[in-house]
């Protein structure tokens, strides 16, 4: 019954082989591509708040069972959001 109002964010994941970036995420060290990276820069506050879902950050990347069961919850995922925030690069 708790439907918070969030965003979501859609981008190019970009190559393998792309150079990681480090973010922190309360405290907690998160490794993003520099896609995310760049669109995670380029956003203001008001374009997330009070919430936004990122794949690559509310998925767990490294849980192959995680990521099993979550990527087909993504139609709804979109479905619910109150704002979808496309980043096609800088």
Do not use: F
């Amino acid at each position: 019954n708790d439907k918070p109002s969030y965003a979501a964010l859609s981008y190019v994941w970009g190559k393998k082989t792309d150079e990681e970036r480090s973010i922190l995420i309360d405290n907690t060290k998160a490794i993003i591509r520099p896609s995310l990276y760049e669109a995670l820069q380029h956003l203001q506050y008001e374009d997330i708040k009070p919430a936004i879902w990122i794949d690559a950050i509310c998925i767990n990347q490294m849980d192959v069972e995680e990521k099993n069961d979550q990527v087909p919850r993504m139609r709804a995922i979109y479905s619910g959001v109150r704002q979808a925030i496309i980043w096609l690069g800088p």
